[in-house]
């Protein structure tokens, strides 16, 4: 069970616009920044979105990051099918002498 | 643009070792701001990070593997390396190696080799 907690799965029609969350605690998300990323199947993750809302060169600008306190959220807008994939929220965590913490994953469906 | 390649045994038996190399082209290793991670994926589930060593040769490591767990830097090479020690079933997984900046940002991924424990 992964300290950052993501619903399993969300879905959107062509166009729409979906949220993924990702809540954590003061340890992770609350003093961290939050990175996310894509995994297309079969394939190696990828970086969407780095230090809570920022977006790396070549990905698209529907995808935006926020985070407030303990929680964040990825959205994606003007849904694609090539979006449908699962995705990953990432931050530091503070305790244990300190390491990376990844939610457990959302499986995005286009429906 | 940096670019990353696993290799090592695809089949390990229990109670071995399990040895993984990263080798990295397009950069070097011991250069920049950066770290090079493990990380990796059992079937079906979900991402856990194994650990990073930074250019310096220091590491940080899962507390829930640190005990079974070596990294290291090969600059001559330009590879980075990943030991775990009295593998089980649990720990068949595809393993990613990566290059992070930051606290916890992975920019370049490796396409990820799969390692099964089995005897």
């Known amino acids: 069970q992964s300290v950052l907690t993501q619903p399993p799965s969300v879905s959107g029609a062509p166009r729409q616009r979906v949220t993924i969350s990702c809540s954590g605690s003061s340890s992770n998300i609350g003093s961290s920044s939050v990175n996310w990323y894509q995994q297309l199947p079969g394939k190696a993750p990828k970086l969407i979105i780095y230090?809570?809302?920022l977006l790396p060169s070549g990905v698209s600008d529907r995808f935006s990051g926020s985070k407030s306190g303990t929680s964040a959220s990825l959205a994606i807008s003007e849904l694609q099918s090539e979006d449908e994939a699962d995705y990953f929220c990432a931050a530091w965590d503070g305790s244990l002498n300190g390491q990376v913490l990844f939610g457990g994953g959302t499986k995005l469906t286009v429906l | 643009q940096v670019q990353l390649q696993e290799s090592g045994p695809g089949l390990v038996k229990p109670s071995q070792t399990l040895s993984l190399t990263c080798t990295v082209s397009g950069g070097s290793i011991s250069s920049g701001r950066h770290y090079w991670s493990w990380i990796r994926q059992p079937a079906g589930k979900g991402l856990e990070w194994i650990g990073r060593?930074?250019?310096?040769?220091?590491?940080n490591y899962n507390p829930s593997l640190k005990s079974r767990v070596t990294m290291s830097l090969d600059t001559a090479e330009n590879q980075f390396s990943l030991k775990m020690t009295s593998v089980t079933a649990a720990d068949t997984a595809v393993y990613f190696c990566?290059?992070?900046?930051?606290?916890?940002?992975?920019?370049?991924w490796g396409q990820g080799v799969l390692v099964t424990v089995s005897s």
């Open positions: 060593v930074f250019t310096s040769g220091s590491t």
């Open positions: 990566a290059r992070g900046s930051g606290m916890a940002t992975i920019y370049f």
């Open positions: 230090y809570d809302d």
